[in-house]
């Protein structure tokens, strides 16, 4: 008897040690490598669970620095590293996502990079190896951090609560707040220039003078009436970007009485400045780049410009090239060996607001809004995603309004564009996509779906029905028009039906095995609005906002009946099905945070959930390539761009058990 209670103890012990080393191993694998390293800044845990970023493409260029031959440009959620030795090839080499919060500035001294985040305080970045930035350091400190300059060790950092915090980064890995500087009238501060012994801040209606000669203790010691949304300091001067009131010099010779020296009046909204040999550049918001001569700083002169397809937001310059953040459109690398004929030479494109996604083979099909000024509101972007970590556009198509869906069919990619009805464009070639054939519905198309034959459209006033044997000529051939004031927002088909997700109508199942008059044969009502449509097997999948996905038999057609709602999320948008899982995306929390979420619908009746992103931006839509452990998820997440996404799937080991 002794003998089996030691041995049931013994058992009894072992088996506590294998669940607590399980245990330790499965936080291990929520936890950042820096913390299993030991290092002593450790990062905060991302907002997932199960689902981790592989890649990411696009999102506004906000801000840029140059150093050698890489350019670092902030773009959505990343800090991306550009190889530019070759201007007009610039080259994706590496890039680093911001644990928490959304890039606003960046500053590079050596093999560190500083970048501001918002609400994610200031991170520290390794880049001594370009391809692979590595965050070693953060702080805090700094509320809704907003720009950032770093000068003899010091990093100074403006944020959205009317300061500046100077932050010791003498130690990358250990950054620590010294000192705060407050203006001494109410003033919102933008951005900071460091030249010896003084910092220069200003934002909305003053520049400021702060004496750092003692880096504990900021002093300030004059200011001057101006705006000022970026500066650049150099010799006895310093040049502010003063919105509409174009570039000025302030003489500071004297840092107890600041003098103007010139004003020169841009033709846009000067944000950002930086200043190169005789030369000042900047960011003129609509107008591009304006080089201004400085040789004389009290006679500034307008010596060359160069306009950008977008609204320029800052400006980098490295030996005869200044790039530009470009808002929409990216990174753009101007020629300014001579100013009088400056000229753009080469690009960085992305997606910048993505709302739709589509995928086929190693491409990704994205459907943009915002692609430009003017009239062209949209794009069709191609993104060559054969590397998932580091997706690369490869071909853009642009638009007269959003792109609000897109279906593949072979060559040719269908969209439903908003107020354009359908476009047809052939991507035979990814690099240069060509609009072939069109249709102009009456209103606005939302979704679209096609066959080898067919094309529905799904908009403001029902369901099209287009014969689309001749891409280059679709016909109409039949509509439906939906009930109420909703019209249609997306559509699926299976067998000879459409499934329709009508909005406040909730899902109709509409007959379309007669193109030329399509039917509705029933309804199935949900209790709130039907945004989506995903048809696998027996079951309809609709995305109704606050209620949830409406899991919904439709084996038989004809009488569809509720199997279950999911309710995971707080509202659901969209909806993409492959295997035993859907992809779900839509808010979540009570702060309603944009997530894309994955849940098993191996058994439909009991939907449970497998994991969660929270993705930075608003996610819009979501689409899948293969099933399962090997399925990317690819979410069109607005200014967050393209998401690349997989699902962490693990293994777990069961003690069993059993009496002899």
């Known amino acids: 008897m002794k003998l089996r209670r030691w041995c049931l103890s013994i058992l009894i012990l072992v088996v506590g040690l294998v669940l607590t080393w399980g245990a330790v191993l499965s936080l291990a694998q929520e936890l950042p490598a820096e913390m299993l390293n030991g290092s002593p800044t450790p990062t905060p845990t991302p907002r997932a669970q199960n689902v ?12 840029v620095t140059q150093q050698g031959d890489y350019s670092y440009v902030v773009t959505g959620p990343l800090l991306v590293v550009l190889d530019v030795s070759d201007a007009a090839n610039p080259l994706r080499v590496g890039s680093y996502e911001m644990l ?38 953060f702080s805090d400190a700094p509320s809704n951090a907003r720009a950032v300059t770093v000068a003899g060790g010091y990093a100074y950092v403006t944020d959205y609560t009317r300061r500046v915090r100077i932050i010791d980064v003498s130690d990358p890995t250990s950054p620590t707040l010294v000192s705060t500087y407050s203006p001494s009238k109410y003033d919102y501060i933008a951005d900071v220039a460091v030249a010896g012994d003084y910092a220069y801040v200003g934002y909305s209606a003053h520049l400021f003078i702060v004496d750092i000669t003692e880096p504990l203790t900021p002093t300030e010691v004059s ?22 009131d174009g570039l000025r010099a302030i003489d500071v010779s004297e840092p107890l009485t600041p003098t103007l020296a010139d004003i020169l009046d841009t033709p846009g909204s000067a944000s950002a400045v930086v200043v190169s040999g005789t030369h000042a550049y ?8 304006r080089i201004i001569g400085i040789s004389d700083p009290g006679n500034l002169s307008e010596e060359g410009f160069c306009d950008t397809p977008d609204y320029a937001q800052d400006v980098a310059v490295g030996g005869r090239y200044a790039t530009i953040a470009d808002g929409e459109r990216g990174l753009r690398i101007v020629d300014v060996s001579t100013p009088g004929t400056a000229a753009e030479v080469g690009a960085y494109d992305m997606p910048s607001a993505a709302w739709s996604v589509a995928i086929s083979g190693t491409y990704a099909y994205v459907g943009d809004y915002y692609y430009a000024p003017g009239d062209s509101m949209g794009a069709l972007r191609v993104v060559g995603v054969s ?43 990814p690099i240069t996509p060509t609009e072939v054939g069109f249709y102009v519905t009456p209103k606005l ?3 679209v779906a096609v066959t080898e034959t067919w094309a529905y459209i799904a908009g403001w006033n029902g ?16 509509t439906w028009p939906a009930p109420g004031s909703s019209g249609a927002s997306a559509v699926a088909l299976a067998g000879k039906y459409a499934y329709v997700a009508a909005g406040h109508e909730g899902l109709r199942i509409i007959d379309v095995s007669n193109p030329v008059s399509p039917t509705e044969v029933i309804s ?20 109704a906002d606050n209620a949830g996905l409406y899991i919904v038999d439709v084996s038989n057609p004809l009488s569809p009946t509720l199997t279950d709602i999911y309710t995971a999320l707080e509202s659901t948008q969209g909806v993409a099905v492959a295997g035993d899982y859907a992809y779900l995306v839509g808010d979540s929390g009570s702060d309603s945070e944009s997530c894309l979420h994955v849940a098993n619908i191996s058994d439909p009746a009991h939907p449970t959930q497998v994991g969660f992103y929270h993705t930075l931006a608003e996610a819009h839509a979501v689409a899948v390539a293969g099933s399962g452990t090997e399925a990317y998820i690819y979410v069109a997440d607005s200014s967050g761009g393209l998401a690349i996404l997989r699902v962490r799937y693990r293994l777990y080991l069961p003690l069993v058990l059993r009496n002899s």
Not at 395 to 418: C, E, P
Not at 463 to 476: A, W
């Open 52 to 63: 981790k970023l592989v890649g990411q493409i696009g999102g506004p260029a906000r801000a």
């Open 100 to 137: 928490e919060g959304y890039g606003q500035d960046v500053a590079v001294v050596g093999d560190y990079a500083y970048i501001t985040a918002g609400d994610g305080g200031l991170r520290v970045v390794d880049v001594s190896d370009p391809t692979a930035p590595v965050e070693v350091g």
């Open 223 to 244: 200011s001057y009436t101006t705006r000022a949304y970026g500066m650049a300091a150099a010799g006895d001067h310093v040049y502010v970007a003063a919105g509409s």
């Open 282 to 289: 900047v960011a003129d918001g609509n107008s591009g780049l």
């Open 387 to 429: 590397d998932p970590a580091n997706p690369v556009q490869t071909g853009l198509l642009g638009m007269s309004g959003r792109v609000n869906d897109v279906a593949l069919r072979g060559k040719y990619a269908y969209i439903a564009g908003d107020n354009q009805g359908l476009r047809v464009v052939d991507i035979s070639d």
């Open 445 to 447: 198309a939302c979704g």
């Open 463 to 478: 369901l099209h029905v287009l014969d689309v044997s001749n891409p280059l000529s679709p016909t109409l051939t039949g």
């Open 524 to 543: 199935y009502t949900t209790s709130d609005y039907a945004y989506d449509v995903a048809v696998a097997g027996d079951y309809a999948y609709v995305a």
